[in-house]
C-alpha cells in the first residue's frame, strides 16, 4: 500500500510541475511577443519621423499590432485559467446573481 501512495504522490508532483512549466513558457512567449510589438512600434516612430505621408499606412500597422498583442493576452488567461479551480465556480455564481434581478 505504501508503494501505490509514493506512486500517486510523484504523480501528482509530475503533473504540478508540468503545468508550472506550460505557464512559464507562455509567460516567456508573452514578453517575448511584447518586445517585438515594443519594437514593431519604435520603427513605426521612425517611419512617421522619416516621412508623414505614409502615416495612414502607419496607423494600419499599428491596429494590427495592437490587435494581435490582445489576442496574444486573451490566449494566455484561457490558457493559464484550466489551471485554478476558483474561476469558473466564480463566474456562475455571478452569472446566477445577475440573472435574478431580471424578473423582478
Do not use: E, G, K
Not at 501528482?12 to 508573452?30: E, G, N, R, W, Y
Not at 516612430?45 to 498583442?69: G, H, K, L, N, W
Not at 484550466?82 to 435574478?100: E, F, I
Amino acid at each position: 500500500t505504501t508503494t501505490i501512495i509514493i506512486i500517486i504522490i510523484t504523480i501528482i508532483i509530475i503533473s504540478t510541475t508540468t503545468t508550472i512549466i506550460i505557464i512559464t513558457i507562455i509567460i516567456i512567449s508573452t514578453t517575448i511577443i511584447i518586445i517585438i510589438i515594443i519594437i514593431i512600434i519604435i520603427i513605426i516612430i521612425i517611419i512617421i519621423s522619416c516621412s508623414s505621408s505614409s502615416a495612414i499606412v502607419v496607423v494600419i500597422i499599428i491596429t494590427f499590432t495592437i490587435t494581435s498583442s490582445t489576442t496574444t493576452t486573451t490566449t494566455t488567461t484561457t490558457a493559464t485559467r484550466p489551471t485554478t479551480t476558483l474561476v469558473p465556480s466564480q463566474s456562475s455564481s455571478s452569472s446566477s446573481s445577475s440573472s435574478s434581478p431580471l424578473p423582478m
